[in-house]
C-alpha cells in the first residue's frame, strides 16, 4: 500500500500483482494520477470499485458492503457441499473431536478447504473461531475433525448473502475488545486470545489465536490477550496517522477481567504476575504514559467472546450483528438508490 499526501489531497494506492485499488478526496488529481500511470504502464481503468481479490463491494449512500458470495459458494463446490442443510451458528455449542479418531483419508482436501475458509474470514469475523480451531489439526486431521469443518459449511450455506457493513456516518475513534478462554484446548490447555477493534461503529481487525504458552491463571490469559490486542491497536494507531487520520486522545481498551485491569495499577510483583514480566510491562508502559485506557465491560457485553469460544445461537447473532455483520438482502433498498458522487471515489485498474 502506498499513501500521498500533499496539500489537502490523499491518494492510496493498493496493490496485489496486477491488481490495484485506487482512493482519494479529489476526483480530477485522481484522474490526473491515473492518466499519469497510464502513460507509463499497460493499464485498464475497470471504472468504480465492485471486485477485488474475490471480495465483492457494493457501495451504498450509507457506505460499503463488503462480502465473499461467489467465493464462498466457490469453497462449498469444492468440497461437494452445496446441496447440504444449513445450519445456524458455525460450531456446536459442546463438540468432542475425540469422538472417531479414525485419520481423515483425504489430507489435501482438507487442507484445501480450511485454507480457502481462512481467507474467506476478510469479510466474515463469524467465523474466526471455528476455523483457527479446524486450523490447529491440519497436519493430521481425523474424521471428527472434517466433521468440524463440514459444520462452518453449512453454516456458510445458510449465510451466503452475509457480509460485513462499513458505515460511512460515523466517528474516527479508535478502541478494541479483548478477551480470553483460560485453558480452552482440551489438549494442550492452552488459552485463547480473541479480540476485535472497532474506528468508530466500524470493525476494522479481529483475531482468534491460541496462546502460544500455558497461562497458569485466567489472569495471566486475559493479560497476555490485553498485550495482542494493545500490539494491534499500536499498529493501527500509525497506519491512521500515515493514511491522515491521527489519534489525539488516548485509546480505550476493554476487558471483562478486573484481576487483569488490577495489575495495570499495581506496580508491584507477586506471585501471580512475576513469570509474565515482558507482557506486564509491555502494557502498564502504555497506560503510564497516556497512550491507553482501560475500561471493565461485562461479561454479556463483550463483543470480543465470538472470538473465544462457541457460543449460544441467540448470544453469536446478537454479538454478530455488534460486529457489523448482515445480510446482503438488508441493503436492496439502498442499491436501488445508489449515489456515489459525495463519495472519495474508488477504482479498480487491472
Same mark, same amino acid.
Not at 448482515?326 to 449515489?339: A, K, P, Y
Given at each position: 500500500?502506498?499513501?500521498?499526501?500533499?496539500?489537502?489531497?490523499?491518494?492510496?494506492? !493498493?496493490?496485489?500483482?496486477?491488481? @490495484? =485499488?485506487?482512493?482519494?478526496?479529489? &476526483?480530477? +488529481?485522481?484522474? #490526473?494520477?491515473?492518466?499519469?500511470?497510464?502513460?507509463?504502464?499497460?493499464?485498464?481503468?475497470?471504472?468504480?470499485?465492485?471486485?477485488?481479490?474475490?471480495?465483492?463491494?457494493?457501495?451504498?449512500?450509507?457506505?460499503?458492503?463488503?462480502?465473499?458470495?461467489?467465493?464462498?459458494?466457490?469453497?462449498?463446490?469444492?468440497?461437494?457441499?452445496?446441496?447440504?442443510?444449513?445450519?445456524?451458528?458455525?460450531?456446536?455449542?459442546?463438540?468432542?473431536?475425540?469422538?472417531?479418531?479414525?485419520?481423515?483419508?483425504?489430507?489435501?482436501?482438507?487442507?484445501?478447504?480450511?485454507?480457502?475458509?481462512?481467507?474467506?474470514?476478510?469479510?466474515?469475523?463469524?467465523?474466526?473461531?471455528?476455523?483457527?480451531?479446524?486450523?490447529?489439526?491440519?497436519?493430521?486431521?481425523?474424521?471428527?475433525?472434517?466433521?468440524?469443518?463440514?459444520?462452518?459449511?453449512?453454516?456458510?450455506?445458510?449465510? !451466503?448473502?452475509?457480509?460485513?457493513? @462499513? =458505515?460511512?456516518?460515523?466517528?474516527? &475513534?479508535? +478502541?478494541?475488545? #479483548?478477551?480470553?478462554?483460560?485453558?480452552?484446548?482440551?489438549?494442550?490447555?492452552?488459552?485463547?486470545?480473541?479480540?476485535?477493534?472497532?474506528?468508530?461503529?466500524?470493525?476494522?481487525?479481529?483475531?482468534?489465536?491460541?496462546?502460544?504458552?500455558?497461562?497458569?491463571?485466567?489472569?495471566?490469559?486475559?493479560?497476555?490477550?490485553?498485550?495482542?490486542?494493545?500490539?494491534?491497536?499500536?499498529?493501527?494507531?500509525?497506519?491512521?496517522?500515515?493514511?491522515?487520520?491521527?489519534?489525539?486522545?488516548?485509546?480505550?481498551?476493554?476487558?471483562?477481567?478486573?484481576?487483569?485491569?488490577?495489575?495495570?495499577?499495581?506496580?508491584?510483583?507477586?506471585?501471580?504476575?512475576?513469570?509474565?514480566?515482558?507482557?506486564?510491562?509491555?502494557?502498564?508502559?502504555?497506560?503510564?504514559?497516556?497512550?491507553?485506557?482501560?475500561?471493565?465491560?461485562?461479561?454479556?457485553?463483550?463483543?470480543?467472546? !465470538?472470538?473465544?469460544?462457541?457460543?449460544?445461537?441467540?448470544?453469536?447473532?446478537?454479538?454478530?450483528?455488534?460486529?457489523?455483520?448482515?445480510?446482503?438482502?438488508?441493503?436492496?433498498?439502498?442499491?436501488?438508490?445508489?449515489?456515489?458522487?459525495?463519495?472519495?471515489?474508488?477504482?479498480?485498474?487491472?
Amino acid at each position: 500500500m502506498f499513501i500521498y499526501r500533499h496539500d489537502g489531497r490523499i491518494i492510496v494506492l !493498493l496493490l496485489y500483482v496486477d491488481d @490495484i =485499488v485506487l482512493i482519494g478526496n479529489d &476526483t480530477s +488529481y485522481l484522474d #490526473s494520477f491515473v492518466a499519469t500511470l497510464s502513460s507509463q504502464f499497460a493499464m485498464k481503468d475497470l471504472g468504480a470499485l465492485h471486485y477485488f481479490l474475490g471480495i465483492e463491494v457494493t457501495t451504498t449512500p450509507s457506505g460499503l458492503f463488503l462480502s465473499q458470495s461467489k467465493y464462498a459458494l466457490d469453497i462449498l463446490q469444492r468440497a461437494h457441499m452445496v446441496d447440504i442443510k444449513p445450519i445456524s451458528t458455525p460450531m456446536a455449542l459442546r463438540s468432542s473431536v475425540e469422538g472417531d479418531s479414525c485419520p481423515f483419508i483425504d489430507v489435501t482436501l482438507y487442507r484445501s478447504i480450511v485454507g480457502g475458509l481462512q481467507y474467506l474470514t476478510m469479510t466474515r469475523p463469524d467465523l474466526s473461531y471455528a476455523v483457527n480451531s479446524v486450523c490447529q489439526h491440519m497436519h493430521s486431521p481425523t474424521v471428527a475433525h472434517f466433521g468440524m469443518v463440514k459444520h462452518i459449511l453449512r453454516y456458510v450455506k445458510g449465510t !451466503l448473502d452475509h457480509g460485513l457493513w @462499513i =458505515v460511512r456516518a460515523s466517528s474516527l &475513534t479508535l +478502541y478494541g475488545f #479483548s478477551d480470553s478462554d483460560w485453558a480452552g484446548c482440551p489438549l494442550t490447555r492452552r488459552s485463547t486470545t480473541g479480540f476485535c477493534t472497532f474506528l468508530g461503529a466500524n470493525c476494522i481487525s479481529w483475531s482468534a489465536k491460541k496462546q502460544s504458552t500455558v497461562s497458569r491463571s485466567s489472569t495471566e490469559a486475559e493479560y497476555r490477550a490485553m498485550a495482542s490486542t494493545i500490539a494491534e491497536l499500536t499498529w493501527l494507531t500509525f497506519l491512521l496517522w500515515d493514511l491522515g487520520i491521527p489519534q489525539y486522545s488516548p485509546i480505550t481498551l476493554f476487558c471483562d477481567n478486573i484481576s487483569a485491569l488490577h495489575m495495570m495499577v499495581n506496580p508491584v510483583f507477586h506471585a501471580r504476575s512475576k513469570h509474565i514480566e515482558l507482557d506486564y510491562h509491555f502494557v502498564r508502559e502504555k497506560v503510564a504514559l497516556g497512550h491507553l485506557v482501560t475500561w471493565f465491560v461485562p461479561s454479556r457485553l463483550q463483543v470480543a467472546d !465470538l472470538f473465544t469460544k462457541p457460543l449460544a445461537r441467540w448470544e453469536f447473532h446478537a454479538l454478530c450483528l455488534k460486529l457489523g455483520l448482515s445480510s446482503r438482502l438488508s441493503l436492496r433498498e439502498g442499491i436501488n438508490h445508489l449515489s456515489t458522487s459525495s463519495h472519495p471515489r474508488g477504482q479498480d485498474i487491472t
